[in-house]
């Protein structure tokens, strides 16, 4: 079956970065795309960018553009988000979710998420 | 970017009962609309893709309608796992977004 297993919980000072990871299994990685999704506490889910199956082309958002990188490790089938320049309002749930790709596109399988916290 | 709105942010209703949500578009998204459910804690779930198509292992009494703009996500018979809150989202076009959400809680 498939399931994301994502890294714990992270506490970071303003200005420093994270390193968030999703480890996929019963699928392979390079049949789908990979998400990104964060969602503030009290707020809606945000979309911020996702790596596409052949782990060449990622697309971000606009909003992060700069401040964000995602990648992948086939070997161990591992995604990874990593946000730089923190600031108090990156304080978030943060998830990945699969992309079947196909010409319909959804999530159809999320991590359990990883709270990132932003703090001094 | 495209907004999605939906209504109402939140309802309450009671077990068996029929609720429909709707979501409104700011600009055509053909049929690129997807439902999610989230549970308090928990990461959302698909329920619906590409407007109408129910995704595996999802109960029948979910339903999603509508095209262009205006989308609908309907439970017929609600049942007590079905408080939470609901999240349409546009894969139409980048950036992604989701609506605000609506909250059914038991009356």
């Known amino acids: 079956q498939v399931q994301l297993v994502q890294s714990g919980a992270e506490v970071r000072k303003p200005g420093a970065s994270v390193k968030v990871s999703c480890k996929a299994s019963g699928y392979t990685l390079r049949g789908y795309f990979m998400h990104w999704v964060r969602q503030a506490p009290g707020q809606g889910p945000e979309w911020m960018g996702w790596i596409n199956p052949n782990g060449d082309a990622p697309k971000y958002a606009q909003k992060f553009q700069g401040r964000v990188t995602m990648t992948r490790d086939t070997s161990i089938s591992t995604a990874y988000m990593e946000l730089h320049n923190l600031r108090s309002d990156d304080t978030a749930v943060y998830y990945c979710?699969?992309?079947?790709?196909?010409?319909?596109?959804?999530?159809?399988?999320w991590g359990q998420g990883a709270l990132v916290t932003v703090s001094s | 970017d495209i907004q999605m709105t939906q209504s109402p942010s939140s309802l309450s209703a009671s077990v068996g009962d029929r609720v429909t949500i709707t979501c409104r578009a700011s600009q055509t998204i053909s049929s690129y609309l997807n439902w999610y459910q989230q549970q308090p804690g928990k990461a959302p779930k698909l329920l619906i893709y590409t407007t109408s198509s129910l995704h595996s292992g999802v109960p029948s009494r979910f339903s999603g309608s509508g095209s262009g703009t205006d989308f609908t996500l309907t439970i017929s018979g609600l049942q007590p796992e079905d408080f939470a809150t609901y999240y349409c989202q546009q894969s139409s076009s980048t950036p992604w977004t989701f609506g605000q959400g609506t909250k059914v809680e038991i009356k």
């Open positions: 979710a699969r992309d079947p790709g196909t010409i319909w596109r959804y999530f159809d399988y």
